[in-house]
């Protein structure tokens, strides 16, 4: 049974830092791909940033030079860095892991998600 616990989110100032964690167990972690998405009120859950088991990273345009996707293969664990803050990153934020990247796509074919944790940035 495969588990994904996040925490870290919580109430920032806009400019300000957060640093998420998404503890998985019961699976083989360091082969998989893990992957972190997002969700505001009223919009569709968008891909944030993922990591492969080899470590490459790819970061949607919208956080690209604030946020960093990060593992320690050790602790099975994956991080999310996020500084320089925005209100428009307020959203419940998943963490989620998937065996492969999509063939065509190139994204995360998701296997199991995180419960979420709430991030919200005040202006």
């Known amino acids: 049974q495969v588990q994904l616990v996040e925490s870290g989110g919580g109430l920032v100032q806009a400019g300000g830092s957060l640093r998420l964690s998404c503890a998985a167990s019961g699976s083989i972690f360091k082969f998989n791909v893990m992957a972190w998405y997002r969700q505001a009120p009223g919009t569709q859950r968008e891909l944030v940033a993922h990591?492969?088991?080899?470590?490459?990273?790819k970061y949607a345009d919208s956080v690209k030079g604030r946020f960093t996707i990060s593992r320690d293969n050790a602790k099975n664990t994956v991080y999310l860095q996020m500084n320089s803050l925005k209100p428009d990153d307020t959203a419940v934020y998943y963490c989620?892991?998937?065996?492969?990247?999509?063939?065509?796509?190139?994204?995360?074919?998701?296997?199991?998600w995180g419960q979420g944790t709430q991030v919200t940035v005040s202006s």
């Open positions: 990591i492969t088991g080899a470590g490459i990273t």
């Open positions: 989620a892991q998937a065996r492969m990247l999509s063939t065509t796509t190139g994204l995360p074919r998701v296997d199991y």
